[in-house]
């Protein structure tokens, strides 16, 4: 809506997970790096953990994006299943045929496919997405595919992305096993004040060839506040600001759009308590999100 008004080739602040926004910050590019060496290196299973909205899913379709031709992947976001369509989602998103059939069926198609690729020098990845949701007994049949290996090498490396949670779950007992197997443990966590800036700026930059200012310094102060760093706060945040600042034909978002805009916002859910989405955080709340 407001594109023309500020000479926007597309929507700066867009809710879906782009790598062509990609801003890479530390923490971003640490995580990122972290997944292609343990990919490269074959180490097994990796964890990357991260508040809500902290850019996991960003990572891993940059991730897609980076990888080569000799790297097969399936990428699994749909996390309410039986292991048996889990294991069949896998297969199908790598593009194996298989017949339907029991489980140790899939299994032994799986592993003749993963030879196969050993044969032809590539390397084979599966990502699931939202690994929070994954069922104890899920994640231990999980854990069986680690068991396909030769001698020297891991056939298959697991990526696992969810929010704090799957941590926590994964030191459940039961999981000890899985838990053992994890190579690398990283965690996301929000941008830092600076980086807020510099994100929000080299999102208006691939969004516009203007050299316009759009925020104040003090606008980008208050998004920082009201976001505690988290991306898609910061995005929700001046989405709204400049669609208000369209509306009252602002040239340049200031304070005081901004506070109102975050003071008309919803309300989100964080760890089941309802918090008005873009306001800034009690000290309660800020440590039920760094706990998550
Ligand atoms: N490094 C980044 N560069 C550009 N945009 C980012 C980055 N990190 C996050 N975002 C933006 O923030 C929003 C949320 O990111 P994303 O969906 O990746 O978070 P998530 O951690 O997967 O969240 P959830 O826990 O809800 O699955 C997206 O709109 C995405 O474009
Ligand atoms: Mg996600």
Redesign the pocket.
């Known amino acids: 809506m407001y594109f023309k008004f500020y000479d926007f080739k597309e929507a700066p602040f ?5 790598s062509r ?5 530390a923490k ?1 590019t640490e995580a990122l790096s972290t997944l292609i060496y343990a990919i490269e290196e074959r180490k097994g299973f990796v964890v990357i953990t ?10 891993c379709r940059t991730l897609l994006n980076k990888l080569t031709s000799t790297t097969q992947t399936a990428l699994i976001t749909n996390t309410h299943m039986s292991g048996k369509d889990l294991l069949c989602c896998i297969l199908e998103d790598l593009e194996v045929e298989y017949m339907p059939g029991s489980k140790s069926k899939l299994l032994s198609r799986l592993n003749h496919y993963l030879i196969e690729q050993l044969r032809l020098d590539n390397n084979v990845v599966v990502i699931i ?2 690994a929070q949701n994954l069922t104890p007994a899920v994640l231990e049949e999980v854990r069986m595919l680690s068991n396909l290996e030769t001698e020297n090498e891991k056939l298959i490396q697991i990526i696992f ?1 969810g ?1 704090p949670e799957l941590k926590k779950k994964l030191s459940m007992p039961r999981l000890e096993q899985l838990c053992q197997r994890i190579a690398v443990f990283y965690h ?1 966590s929000p941008l830092t004040e600076e980086e807020s800036k510099q ?1 929000i700026l080299y ?1 208006l930059k691939v969004a516009s060839e203007s050299k316009r200012q759009y925020f104040t310094y003090e606008a980008l102060n208050l998004i920082y506040q009201f976001s505690n760093g988290v ?2 706060l910061i ?1 929700s945040i001046c989405d709204s600001a400049l669609l208000n600042g369209f509306i009252y034909e602002k040239d340049v978002i200031d304070a005081e759009l901004t506070r109102e805009v975050v003071n008309e916002s919803p309300t989100v859910q964080i760890s089941g308590q309802s918090v008005k989405k873009g306001v800034e955080l009690d000290d309660e709340l800020k440590r039920i999100v760094g706990e998550q």
């Open positions: 867009n809710m879906t997970p782009n926004f990609f801003f890479e910050s971003h991260g508040d809500i909205g902290s850019g996991k899913t960003t990572v997405d939202e992305l929010q996301l994100y999102r991306p898609r995005n």
